[in-house]
Every structure is written in C-alpha cells, then in structure tokens.
C-alpha cells in the first residue's frame, strides 16, 4: 500500500523562479493538507484541500502561494517568484475523512540560492 | 494559538521511561502525536478525540484530559530507535477538521 508521494525530494530555484511541489495522496486518501518546515522549527499549516475545493487556505500567505488539487492528478502548490525565505521543507499530508490521522510524505526540500 | 510542548528536550537511556505533555489554551477536538527523525517525514503516532476514543500504535499510550485541554505521551522501556522529536498537532474547535495547529516540539535522545 503505497504511502503519500511527493516530487521531487529536492529543487533547487534561483530568486525570482517559480517552485511546483506535487503531492499525490495514499490510497484511498481524498484530503491533502500542506505544511511548512523551516530548519529546526515546527510544523506550520499552510492549505487543506480535497478534491477541486480549497477548504482551508488560512495558513497560506496572500502573495505568491497557490494550491490546488484537481479531479485527475497530484495536488500542487505553487511558489511564483521565490525568495530566499521560501527555503524550508515542505510537507503533504492525507487523510480518508477531514480530522482522521493525517500520514506524512517525505517531503520536498526547497533552497532559494 | 500554538500548543506549547514539555518538557522542551528530555535524555534517556534505554529502558527508561518518559512523559511528553503538550498543552492548549483552546477547546480541543483532538490531539496528534507524530515523530520526526533529523531530515525523515513526521510519523503518525497517536489520535486522541473528544469522548475518549484514541487510536495508534500498540506499543504507544497516551492521555486526553479534555477539561484541562492537555496531552500527555507515555514512552515506556525506551529503545534507541525512540531518538527523535515528538510533536504534538492539536485540531481545536472553531476551525476546519483539517488545520493541525503544532507545538514547538520535544527532542527525545536514547542513549545505549
């Protein structure tokens, strides 16, 4: 039973680029939710979405970020003009019902240069 | 508000029992515990709910006080392979059953 996927593990962007991190749920998961990671820090809620709707966007900041989870496919988040701030781990999570126990995947670890 | 974990780092050796806490200052639906190892993803230790139902791994307990809105995690007869940082996620009422809300983390280090 395959657990949460993410891609890639690692991307590297100069400021300026835009970052994608793809996020496909575990098996029979339909809400994803993303957190951001900085070095050794705690685990920030960024989005919470299931299929095609945004439940919780709360945690994202106004400018720049974006998520989405569409009928067919991974969920995405979306970084335009990264900064040397963005660099942190990003996580994504999956539940099967919104408040169940959300399982991790490995993460994509961003660096601005 | 972010729940506030205790205490902030604990050393063991193995055999050695320890309690983590983690506290919130709003109504709580449930709590989550999870381990992180340096560079991995968090694991899934524990769920504790509202009314008493709590599910997770066997060899894991924990409590809910649900008036206090404290979380405490029992980890009894440590092994080395307990090393790491416990985080405690709390999802409170009033917002989405989604939102995990994370306290600051506990570094817990096994040593033979």
């Known amino acids: 039973n395959a657990g949460v996927m993410q891609n890639p593990r690692h991307l590297v962007r100069r400021r300026g680029q835009e970052a994608r991190l793809r996020c496909s749920p575990m098996?029979?998961?339909?809400?994803v939710y993303w957190y951001r990671q900085l070095p050794e820090e705690g685990l920030k809620f960024m989005v919470y979405l299931q299929k095609e709707n945004i439940i919780d966007e709360s945690g994202m900041p106004k400018e720049r970020f974006s998520a989405e989870f569409p009928k067919e496919g991974p969920s995405i988040l979306r970084i335009q003009q990264v900064v040397r701030g963005d660099s942190a781990a990003y996580f994504c999570a999956s539940s099967a019902q919104g408040g169940d126990e959300q399982y991790f995947g490995p993460g994509t670890r961003l660096t601005v240069t | 508000q972010q729940p506030v974990q205790s205490p902030q780092a604990v050393i063991l050796r193995e055999g050695e029992d320890a309690v983590i806490n983690c506290s919130s200052s709003k109504a709580l639906y449930s709590v989550h515990w999870y381990r992180q190892k340096h560079g991995e993803a968090p694991v899934f230790l524990m769920i504790?709910?509202?009314?008493?139902e709590q599910k997770g791994h066997e060899k894991i307990s924990a409590s809910f006080n649900e008036k206090k809105q404290q979380s405490s995690l029992y980890l009894t007869a440590s092994q080395l392979s307990y090393s790491g940082t416990y985080f405690c996620g709390t999802l409170a009422g009033g917002t989405s059953y989604g939102k995990l809300t994370f306290g600051q983390g506990t570094i817990l280090t096994v040593h033979p």
């Open positions: 504790l709910l509202k009314g008493g």
């Open positions: 098996k029979g998961h339909s809400h």
